[in-house]
């Protein structure tokens, strides 16, 4: 599976980019993860690991509240457009670095993209300073007039690990906060955010990129109004 989500990835950085330009989706919320990091770590955070830090858009607000930000990310091709000078191929399960290097690890949007949560967390918290924190943001739904989106098109819609499974690897592992945020957007958002190969995987694992993409695009095309996407965060120590 791994291998998938890593070849789904290097086919969109290209569209990741361009409806991060347009929406500022993942900018705002690395800024509120990066926030709730602050405010349970206790003193400056001086280095932090960007767990799946993609082209960028968690990097830097991340850096805004941290000394010095390492992008990690499994896709080259996303890491390609990140501008951050040490940037680092590498998977959460095994990372490449020592034990006890980092006072935060932030995983943007992330850590629900890997099929076992529980052993990237165990593994987050080996690269930690003992006084460490770990954060994520998993997703909770679209929403258009109070209504989830997929409930209404298509049920199947799946990550390879539902923000249930986030969290309780986080109970399992650290003692957790944690919270929803909701940013506002439309359907013409939601249709932009589905041209993103990676994620229209999500609703057509088994058609090639192009054809999932245009098969998802269908599937939405009557979808208007305003509404919001909701995302879980959740940070422990
Ligand atoms: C939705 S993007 C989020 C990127 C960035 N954090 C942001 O907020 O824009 C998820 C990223 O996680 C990366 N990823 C998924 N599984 C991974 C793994 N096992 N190890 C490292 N990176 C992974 C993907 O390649 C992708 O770039």
Known sequence: MKRTIRANFDESAGTYAAYEAE????????ERLATELATQYDGTITRLLDAGAGTGASSSPLAARSERVI????SRQMLRQNSFPCRVQGDFDT???QTGSFDAVAFTASLFLTPSPEAALEEARRVLSEEGVVGAVAPEGWYIDGTSVFEQVDRDSRSPSPTEAVSKAFEETVDTVSGVWRLDVTGEQLRQFYQIPAVAARVYPRLDPQERVERVQDLLADVEGT???RWRWIVGR
């Open 95 to 97: 990372l490449p670095f």
């Open 23 to 30: 929406t500022d989706h993942f900018s705002t919320l690395a």
């Open 71 to 74: 992008p990690l990310d499994v």
């Open 227 to 229: 509404g919001e996407q």
